[in-house]
């Protein structure tokens, strides 16, 4: 007699062997696809927490062969820039530097059986042996030695280090000694318990892990600046950040992605409790890796005194140059009016008095000469160097004759930085502060500066591309009318719809690829246009735009616009599109209700 599941397994048997028959050529199809995984706590420990999730995609996507390969940061980006890999499982620090350099776009987020949610997932715990009684916030670690795994590890390092700075404890300069003691995470708790450090940082849950796994007694720990979080059940000093993403790179076949989203999404909990769900919004993490000033905003690194002089240093040059030409043509007008001044009184010593009016009206013209030319070289001066410039120059040069003079203290250095950022941001833009998104977590509802969020949609665009088009805004809004939205989540809709009409115009004529946004409150709504002339789409296409999976591009995924439509109707607002009425190309239309505020 067959058991049940032994019946099972020869009608799935009895199935293979008859679409081999009937479909011969469809093992042609198949294809290897590979994985890419980081591993943070040995390959073992990788392998148990990954093959629930191979074996689930060999069942449920049949046509093609899946493998896990395994990686250390490094040998992850070297994986995706030598195309060896088809998806990419990482933390999600790691997922937001890889997708700046190598455009990798998350289609699923893990949910973890001990976070909260996929947008709360992901921390540091600091911890300190039990003994130390000294230190017991985040700001007693100032002088101290600090172990962590890697400048680059997320839990294990990065978001402590945001916490830190966020206190007053700038990590780089306040802490005696970082030491990065590599993976696995094992090695910074041996390191505290050694005594070779005073603290250590890993990823929230992970004491807790090992010492349900008998290789510690969590007694032994104690966490620094501890934050309760209601339904975790492990020690936590940071805020949480999303789970990690699974990514598909540039080069995955789009139909792959589709069928492997799909069977993510569809993804029963496996052993250990492990799913996904659709992909959660990564924006913290961009905060973090901003306000840190690493992976893709690294650039901001260059808004200090020497990274001003570095990068500017032939302006400044210049600069000196015209003033010093200035000043010495000064010099010799003065010299040469004060020389004639003087042979014009001589002159005039010998005349009558009738002609000492004509001397002094001679010397008042020649008075008011001397202003006349001066006033041209200001004039000058003001058009080749404008006043922030010069502001930066002289902060910079105070700067580094403090040091010379061994006057130079932190509290000069942040006045001085403080007056250059601010100086650099009047001249145009050249350096500009990150504004700063709230720290994800339920959206917030405030009154949103359309405008403002519009125009820095416009710069991270620019910022971005290498070539980006002319993109126009054209404020239209009056009055008192504003919208109570999440200003970070709007400017993430609106970042999609103009990626999506660079693209739309990308291989046209330059005529056709510049982009209008127009912004204009009606019928007590506000109203966010995102006008291209590009190809255009056809009505049935139209019809399925924001469908889920449903794309026109060749490498799309078909999940922008519907996520951005679930953020709009959050918001009580309406996304829609439809061709332009005079000419080629789309209009994508926001619409946000409108609230009545004082003036």
């Not at 032994?6 to 198949?30: E, I, Q």
């Not at 250990?272 to 901001?300: C, F, K, M, N, T």
């Not at 700067?399 to 009047?426: F, K, M, S, W």
Request: aromatic letters at 6%; a neutral charge; one cysteine or more.
């Amino acid at each position: 007699m067959f058991s049940a599941s032994g019946f099972r397994k020869c009608l799935r048997a009895l199935a293979c062997c008859l679409a081999t028959a009937v479909l011969p050529a469809s093992g042609a199809l198949a294809k290897d696809v590979a994985i890419g995984v980081f591993v943070y706590q040995g390959e073992r420990a990788a392998t148990e927490d990954w093959t629930p999730l191979l074996d689930y995609l060999r069942d449920a996507v049949p046509a093609h062969r899946f493998r896990l390969d395994q990686y250390d940061a490094e040998g992850l980006r070297g994986a995706i820039a030598a195309r060896q890999i088809d998806l990419v499982i990482t933390n999600p620090g790691y997922y937001v530097a890889m997708e700046a350099e190598f455009g990798i776009s998350r289609i699923a987020t893990l949910v973890s059986p001990l976070a909260l949610s996929t947008r709360e997932a992901i921390g540091s715990a600091v911890i300190v042996h039990a003994g130390r009684q000294d230190l017991r916030e985040l700001t007693d670690l100032a002088g101290q030695r600090v172990a962590a795994v890697a400048p680059a590890a997320f839990g294990g390092y990065l978001v402590a280090a945001r916490e830190m700075l966020q206190r007053g404890i700038d990590p780089e300069s306040d802490l005696k000694e970082v030491k990065f003691v590599g993976l696995p995470m094992s090695n910074v708790i041996d390191a505290v318990l050694k005594g070779e450090v005073d603290a250590g940082i890993v990823r929230a849950c992970f004491p807790e892990v090992l010492a349900q796994q008998g290789l510690l007694r969590i007694e032994q720990l104690r966490i620094l600046s501890p934050r309760p979080q209601v339904g975790l059940p492990c020690g936590l000093s940071s805020p949480l950040y999303p789970d990690w993403p699974i990514a598909v790179t540039r080069e995955t076949d789009p139909a792959l992605a589709r069928e492997v989203a799909r069977a993510l999404l569809a993804m029963p909990a496996v052993a250990g409790g492990l799913s996904w769900s659709v992909p959660a919004d990564y924006q913290p993490v961009h905060d973090l890796y901003r306000e840190l000033r690493i992976g893709p905003y690294a650039y901001l690194r260059d808004i200090t005194p020497e990274g001003l002089l570095r990068r500017f240093w032939p302006w400044l040059l210049a600069a000196l140059a015209l003033l010093a030409g200035g000043v010495v043509h000064t010099v010799r007008v003065e010299h040469l009016v004060q020389r004639r001044t003087a042979e014009l009184r001589e002159s005039l010593r010998a005349r009558d008095l009738a002609e000492t009016r004509m001397r002094e009206s001679q010397e008042q013209m020649d008075h008011l000469s001397r202003l006349s030319i001066l006033g041209e070289i200001s004039g000058s001066l003001a058009h080749e160097i404008n006043q922030p410039l010069t502001t930066i120059g002289n902060y910079a040069r105070t700067v580094l004759r403090r040091q010379g003079n061994g006057q130079l203290t932190p509290e000069a250095v942040t006045e001085a930085c403080d007056e250059i950022v601010h100086e650099a941001e009047r001249a145009g833009g050249i350096v500009q502060r990150i504004r700063h998104f709230a720290r994800k977590r339920e959206a917030t509802r405030d009154p949103a500066d359309l405008p403002a969020i519009a125009a820095e949609a416009r710069r991270l665009i620019v910022g971005i591309m290498a070539q980006a088009p002319e993109i126009v805004i054209d404020n239209r809004i009056g009055g008192s009318c504003r919208a109570l939205a999440d200003g970070a989540q709007i400017q993430q809709v609106l970042l999609n719809l103009i990626k999506n009409a660079v693209d739309a115009s990308r291989d046209l004529p330059a005529a056709r690829q510049g982009i209008q946004i127009l912004l204009e409150a009606k019928d007590k709504r506000l109203l966010i246009h995102v006008i291209d002339r590009g190809v255009g789409l056809g009505a049935a296409q139209r019809a399925h735009l924001f469908e889920p999976f449903f794309t026109t591009k060749q490498d799309g995924l078909g999940l922008g616009l519907p996520i951005c439509k679930t953020i709009v109707e959050a918001h009580g607002g309406r996304l829609w599109a439809e061709p332009n009425a005079d000419g080629p190309g789309m209009r994508f239309s926001v619409s946000l209700p409108c609230h009545e505020h004082a003036a």
